[in-house]
Protein backbone atom coordinates (compact mmCIF):
# COMPACT_ATOMS: atom_id res chain seq x y z
CA UNK A 1 0.00 0.00 0.00
CA UNK A 2 1.06 3.48 -1.06
CA UNK A 3 -0.03 6.82 0.50
CA UNK A 4 -3.40 8.34 -0.69
CA UNK A 5 -6.62 10.35 -0.17
CA UNK A 6 -9.49 8.90 0.81
CA UNK A 7 -12.99 9.92 0.24
CA UNK A 8 -16.30 8.89 2.31
CA UNK A 9 -19.31 10.43 0.19
CA UNK A 10 -22.60 10.69 1.32
CA UNK A 11 -25.49 11.43 -0.62
CA UNK A 12 -29.22 11.24 -0.42
CA UNK A 13 -31.49 9.19 -3.07
CA UNK A 14 -34.76 10.72 -4.67
CA UNK A 15 -37.36 10.07 -2.33
CA UNK A 16 -40.32 9.27 -4.22
CA UNK A 17 -41.28 6.30 -5.98
CA UNK A 18 -38.86 3.87 -7.57
CA UNK A 19 -38.23 4.47 -11.74
CA UNK A 20 -35.67 4.51 -13.96
CA UNK A 21 -36.01 7.99 -14.15
CA UNK A 22 -35.02 8.13 -9.86
CA UNK A 23 -32.26 6.22 -10.94
CA UNK A 24 -31.04 8.36 -13.59
CA UNK A 25 -31.05 11.32 -11.45
CA UNK A 26 -29.59 8.98 -8.29
CA UNK A 27 -26.38 8.34 -10.73
CA UNK A 28 -27.08 11.59 -11.76
CA UNK A 29 -26.11 13.03 -8.41
CA UNK A 30 -23.47 10.04 -7.32
CA UNK A 31 -21.44 11.49 -10.67
CA UNK A 32 -21.39 15.02 -9.30
CA UNK A 33 -20.73 14.34 -6.03
CA UNK A 34 -17.71 11.92 -6.71
CA UNK A 35 -16.43 14.55 -9.59
CA UNK A 36 -16.66 17.53 -6.62
CA UNK A 37 -15.21 16.11 -4.06
CA UNK A 38 -12.38 14.78 -6.19
CA UNK A 39 -11.78 18.55 -7.44
CA UNK A 40 -12.02 19.91 -3.81
CA UNK A 41 -9.50 17.22 -2.04
CA UNK A 42 -7.35 15.01 -4.57
CA UNK A 43 -9.16 11.79 -2.92
CA UNK A 44 -7.81 8.78 -5.26
CA UNK A 45 -10.37 6.34 -3.63
CA UNK A 46 -14.26 7.28 -3.63
CA UNK A 47 -16.15 5.86 -1.48
CA UNK A 48 -19.98 6.25 -1.98
CA UNK A 49 -23.05 4.39 0.17
CA UNK A 50 -24.88 1.05 0.02
CA UNK A 51 -27.79 1.01 -2.74
CA UNK A 52 -26.47 4.63 -4.13
CA UNK A 53 -28.50 4.08 -7.11
CA UNK A 54 -31.77 3.51 -5.66
CA UNK A 55 -32.18 3.94 -2.16
CA UNK A 56 -31.75 1.17 0.57
CA UNK A 57 -35.60 0.03 1.08
CA UNK A 58 -36.95 0.23 -2.88
CA UNK A 59 -40.79 0.09 -1.86
CA UNK A 60 -41.74 -2.29 -4.48
CA UNK A 61 -40.96 -6.44 -4.94
CA UNK A 62 -38.45 -8.16 -5.44
CA UNK A 63 -39.74 -8.79 -9.06
CA UNK A 64 -39.97 -5.02 -9.80
CA UNK A 65 -36.81 -4.01 -8.20
CA UNK A 66 -35.10 -6.57 -10.73
CA UNK A 67 -36.86 -5.06 -13.54
CA UNK A 68 -35.43 -1.84 -12.79
CA UNK A 69 -31.68 -3.00 -11.98
CA UNK A 70 -29.27 -4.00 -14.31
CA UNK A 71 -26.66 -7.36 -14.21
CA UNK A 72 -22.88 -6.03 -13.41
CA UNK A 73 -21.02 -4.91 -15.43
CA UNK A 74 -23.95 -2.95 -17.09
CA UNK A 75 -26.16 0.18 -17.42
CA UNK A 76 -26.50 0.58 -13.29
CA UNK A 77 -22.71 1.32 -13.53
CA UNK A 78 -21.16 2.36 -16.58
CA UNK A 79 -21.99 6.63 -15.18
CA UNK A 80 -19.56 5.63 -12.33
CA UNK A 81 -17.02 4.01 -14.55
CA UNK A 82 -17.11 6.97 -16.92
CA UNK A 83 -16.54 9.50 -14.33
CA UNK A 84 -13.81 6.89 -12.50
CA UNK A 85 -11.77 7.13 -15.92
CA UNK A 86 -12.69 10.86 -16.43
CA UNK A 87 -11.03 11.23 -13.19
CA UNK A 88 -8.62 9.14 -12.64
CA UNK A 89 -9.80 7.35 -9.81
CA UNK A 90 -10.99 4.73 -7.84
CA UNK A 91 -14.66 4.19 -6.90
CA UNK A 92 -16.59 2.01 -4.73
CA UNK A 93 -19.93 2.24 -5.53
CA UNK A 94 -23.15 0.60 -3.54
CA UNK A 95 -25.99 -0.53 -6.28
CA UNK A 96 -28.26 -3.74 -6.28
CA UNK A 97 -27.57 -6.09 -8.75
CA UNK A 98 -30.29 -8.00 -11.39
CA UNK A 99 -29.55 -11.76 -10.61
CA UNK A 100 -29.89 -14.78 -13.28
CA UNK A 101 -33.81 -15.02 -12.25
CA UNK A 102 -36.51 -12.25 -12.19
CA UNK A 103 -36.32 -11.96 -8.10
CA UNK A 104 -32.79 -12.29 -7.68
CA UNK A 105 -31.89 -9.39 -6.63
CA UNK A 106 -28.42 -8.51 -5.02
CA UNK A 107 -27.15 -6.13 -2.46
CA UNK A 108 -23.20 -5.14 -4.25
CA UNK A 109 -21.10 -3.00 -4.26
CA UNK A 110 -18.58 -2.58 -7.03
CA UNK A 111 -14.72 -1.17 -7.33
CA UNK A 112 -13.82 0.91 -10.49
CA UNK A 113 -10.01 1.32 -11.31
CA UNK A 114 -9.02 4.84 -12.64
CA UNK A 115 -9.14 3.54 -16.32
CA UNK A 116 -12.75 2.80 -15.55
CA UNK A 117 -12.58 -1.39 -15.40
CA UNK A 118 -14.29 -3.19 -12.57
CA UNK A 119 -11.92 -4.32 -10.52
CA UNK A 120 -14.15 -6.49 -8.38
CA UNK A 121 -17.59 -6.96 -7.69
CA UNK A 122 -19.06 -7.77 -3.92
CA UNK A 123 -22.26 -9.21 -2.95
CA UNK A 124 -23.49 -8.68 0.50
CA UNK A 125 -23.45 -12.00 2.26
CA UNK A 126 -24.92 -10.94 5.82
CA UNK A 127 -28.42 -8.67 4.51
CA UNK A 128 -30.03 -7.37 7.34
CA UNK A 129 -33.45 -9.45 8.62
CA UNK A 130 -35.88 -7.14 6.99
CA UNK A 131 -33.49 -7.04 3.57
CA UNK A 132 -33.27 -10.89 2.76
CA UNK A 133 -35.49 -12.72 1.33
CA UNK A 134 -35.92 -15.67 3.92
CA UNK A 135 -37.15 -12.40 6.15
CA UNK A 136 -39.63 -11.52 4.04
CA UNK A 137 -37.33 -8.80 1.74
CA UNK A 138 -35.97 -8.89 -1.99
CA UNK A 139 -32.36 -9.75 -1.19
CA UNK A 140 -30.52 -12.54 -2.11
CA UNK A 141 -27.16 -13.22 0.10
CA UNK A 142 -23.73 -13.59 -1.24
CA UNK A 143 -21.16 -16.18 -0.92
CA UNK A 144 -17.83 -14.90 -1.53
CA UNK A 145 -15.46 -12.75 -0.29
CA UNK A 146 -13.88 -9.99 -2.68
CA UNK A 147 -10.06 -8.08 -2.45
CA UNK A 148 -8.90 -6.22 -5.13
CA UNK A 149 -4.88 -5.67 -5.83
CA UNK A 150 -5.19 -1.87 -6.81
CA UNK A 151 -2.37 0.48 -7.03
CA UNK A 152 -2.79 1.92 -3.91
CA UNK A 153 -2.78 -1.14 -2.22
CA UNK A 154 -5.32 -4.32 -1.41
CA UNK A 155 -8.89 -3.35 -1.21
CA UNK A 156 -11.87 -5.20 0.06
CA UNK A 157 -15.05 -4.49 -0.05
CA UNK A 158 -18.34 -5.36 2.81
CA UNK A 159 -21.40 -3.70 2.77
CA UNK A 160 -23.32 -2.66 6.38
CA UNK A 161 -24.41 -5.34 8.12
CA UNK A 162 -21.58 -6.70 7.33
CA UNK A 163 -19.70 -5.40 9.72
CA UNK A 164 -21.47 -6.88 12.35
CA UNK A 165 -19.63 -10.13 11.28
CA UNK A 166 -16.29 -10.09 12.47
CA UNK A 167 -15.19 -13.12 10.15
CA UNK A 168 -15.74 -11.67 6.95
CA UNK A 169 -13.56 -9.13 7.54
CA UNK A 170 -10.93 -11.04 9.05
CA UNK A 171 -10.93 -13.31 6.12
CA UNK A 172 -10.29 -10.43 3.94
CA UNK A 173 -6.95 -9.32 5.94
CA UNK A 174 -5.76 -12.80 5.88
CA UNK A 175 -5.89 -12.16 2.43
CA UNK A 176 -4.13 -9.30 2.28
CA UNK A 177 -6.47 -6.38 2.75
CA UNK A 178 -5.54 -3.16 3.58
CA UNK A 179 -8.14 -1.09 3.03
CA UNK A 180 -11.77 -2.18 3.30
CA UNK A 181 -14.26 0.17 2.08
CA UNK A 182 -17.81 -0.25 3.85
CA UNK A 183 -20.96 1.20 1.99
CA UNK A 184 -23.94 1.65 4.14
CA UNK A 185 -27.44 2.72 4.65
CA UNK A 186 -26.87 1.94 8.52
CA UNK A 187 -30.17 3.04 10.75
CA UNK A 188 -29.79 1.48 14.30
CA UNK A 189 -27.82 3.92 15.78
CA UNK A 190 -24.72 6.40 15.19
CA UNK A 191 -23.06 4.67 18.32
CA UNK A 192 -23.32 1.17 16.43
CA UNK A 193 -22.14 2.53 13.22
CA UNK A 194 -18.92 3.79 14.67
CA UNK A 195 -18.24 0.64 17.11
CA UNK A 196 -18.63 -1.86 14.35
CA UNK A 197 -16.28 0.08 12.11
CA UNK A 198 -13.79 0.68 14.74
CA UNK A 199 -13.52 -2.94 15.52
CA UNK A 200 -13.34 -4.17 12.49
CA UNK A 201 -10.32 -1.64 11.97
CA UNK A 202 -8.97 -2.42 15.59
CA UNK A 203 -9.74 -6.40 15.06
CA UNK A 204 -7.49 -6.73 11.93
CA UNK A 205 -5.35 -3.81 11.51
CA UNK A 206 -7.19 -2.21 8.59
CA UNK A 207 -8.12 1.13 7.44
CA UNK A 208 -11.71 1.17 7.57
CA UNK A 209 -13.83 3.55 5.20
CA UNK A 210 -17.72 3.38 6.04
CA UNK A 211 -20.03 6.12 3.64
CA UNK A 212 -23.26 6.27 5.26
CA UNK A 213 -26.36 7.12 3.26
CA UNK A 214 -28.49 10.46 4.09
CA UNK A 215 -31.90 11.72 3.50
CA UNK A 216 -34.75 9.37 2.74
CA UNK A 217 -35.31 6.52 0.43
CA UNK A 218 -38.45 5.26 -1.66
CA UNK A 219 -39.83 4.08 0.99
CA UNK A 220 -39.64 7.06 3.24
CA UNK A 221 -37.11 5.64 5.92
CA UNK A 222 -34.47 8.26 7.09
CA UNK A 223 -30.61 8.02 7.14
CA UNK A 224 -28.14 9.61 9.40
CA UNK A 225 -25.07 9.62 7.30
CA UNK A 226 -21.75 10.33 10.00
CA UNK A 227 -19.58 8.42 7.68
CA UNK A 228 -16.06 7.93 8.81
CA UNK A 229 -12.69 6.47 7.45
CA UNK A 230 -10.98 4.78 10.81
CA UNK A 231 -7.63 4.03 11.12
CA UNK A 232 -6.01 0.46 12.05
CA UNK A 233 -5.62 1.13 15.47
CA UNK A 234 -9.20 2.21 15.80
CA UNK A 235 -9.04 6.18 15.58
CA UNK A 236 -12.11 7.81 13.55
CA UNK A 237 -9.74 10.61 12.14
CA UNK A 238 -12.71 11.92 9.69
CA UNK A 239 -16.81 11.81 10.59
CA UNK A 240 -19.35 13.46 8.46
CA UNK A 241 -22.39 15.01 9.91
CA UNK A 242 -26.00 14.05 8.71
CA UNK A 243 -26.19 16.24 5.08
CA UNK A 244 -24.96 15.67 1.67
CA UNK A 245 -21.11 16.13 1.63
CA UNK A 246 -18.07 13.99 2.04
CA UNK A 247 -15.21 13.86 4.66
CA UNK A 248 -11.65 12.52 3.83
CA UNK A 249 -8.24 11.23 5.25
CA UNK A 250 -4.84 10.64 4.25
CA UNK A 251 -3.97 6.66 5.20
CA UNK A 252 -0.29 6.37 4.94
CA UNK A 253 1.06 3.28 5.64
CA UNK A 254 4.09 4.53 7.77
CA UNK A 255 2.07 6.16 10.25
CA UNK A 256 -0.98 2.79 10.33
CA UNK A 257 0.54 1.34 13.03
CA UNK A 258 3.24 3.85 14.33
CA UNK A 259 1.75 4.63 17.91
CA UNK A 260 -0.35 2.33 20.27
CA UNK A 261 -2.65 5.14 21.19
CA UNK A 262 -3.52 8.39 18.72
CA UNK A 263 -0.61 10.74 18.94
CA UNK A 264 1.31 8.51 21.69
CA UNK A 265 4.93 8.19 21.99
CA UNK A 266 5.08 4.34 22.83
CA UNK A 267 4.93 2.01 19.44
CA UNK A 268 2.69 -0.98 19.25
CA UNK A 269 4.68 -4.10 19.20
CA UNK A 270 1.44 -6.49 18.91
CA UNK A 271 -0.11 -7.97 15.59
CA UNK A 272 -4.08 -8.98 15.83
CA UNK A 273 -3.03 -11.08 12.39
CA UNK A 274 0.37 -12.66 13.49
CA UNK A 275 -1.02 -13.17 17.04
CA UNK A 276 -3.85 -15.61 16.96
CA UNK A 277 -3.97 -18.51 18.44
CA UNK A 278 -4.80 -20.77 15.48
CA UNK A 279 -4.33 -23.77 17.36
CA UNK A 280 -7.65 -22.35 19.58
CA UNK A 281 -9.39 -21.99 16.42
CA UNK A 282 -8.63 -25.21 14.88
CA UNK A 283 -9.89 -26.80 18.65
CA UNK A 284 -12.96 -25.08 18.22
CA UNK A 285 -13.84 -25.17 14.43
CA UNK A 286 -17.17 -27.42 14.87
CA UNK A 287 -18.34 -24.79 16.96
CA UNK A 288 -17.31 -21.77 14.59
CA UNK A 289 -19.02 -23.82 11.79
CA UNK A 290 -22.03 -24.76 13.65
CA UNK A 291 -25.35 -23.21 13.84
CA UNK A 292 -25.86 -20.93 16.80
CA UNK A 293 -29.23 -18.51 18.29
CA UNK A 294 -29.29 -16.13 20.97
CA UNK A 295 -31.16 -17.31 24.17
CA UNK A 296 -32.25 -13.72 24.63
CA UNK A 297 -36.21 -12.96 22.35
CA UNK A 298 -36.12 -11.38 19.66
CA UNK A 299 -38.09 -8.39 18.24
CA UNK A 300 -40.77 -8.89 15.35
CA UNK A 301 -38.90 -7.87 11.73
CA UNK A 302 -40.07 -4.48 10.63
CA UNK A 303 -39.26 -4.27 6.43
CA UNK A 304 -38.10 -0.17 7.14
CA UNK A 305 -35.19 -1.47 9.14
CA UNK A 306 -31.59 -0.66 7.24
CA UNK A 307 -29.07 -2.54 7.96
Known sequence: MRAFTAAAVQVAPVPAPLSAET?????????EMTRRCV????????????????????GCSKEELWDLVTELPGAMIEPIQAVARELGVHVCFGTYE????????????VLVGPSGDLLGTYRKTHPFCSEIVTGGGWVTPGDTVTVCDTELGRIGMIICFDGDYPELSRIQAVQGAEVICRPSALLRSADIWDLTSRARAYDNHVYVIGANAVGTDPAGVLYFGNSHIVTPIGHIVAKAATH?????????PAEALSSLTPGSNVGQAFDHLRDRNLDLIRNHRAELEGAAETSFPHA???RGDAG
Open 23 to 31: IRTNLETCV
Open 39 to 58: EATGAELVVLPETASTGFTP
Open 98 to 109: RGPERGVVYNSS
Open 244 to 252: PGWVTARLD
Open 300 to 302: PIH
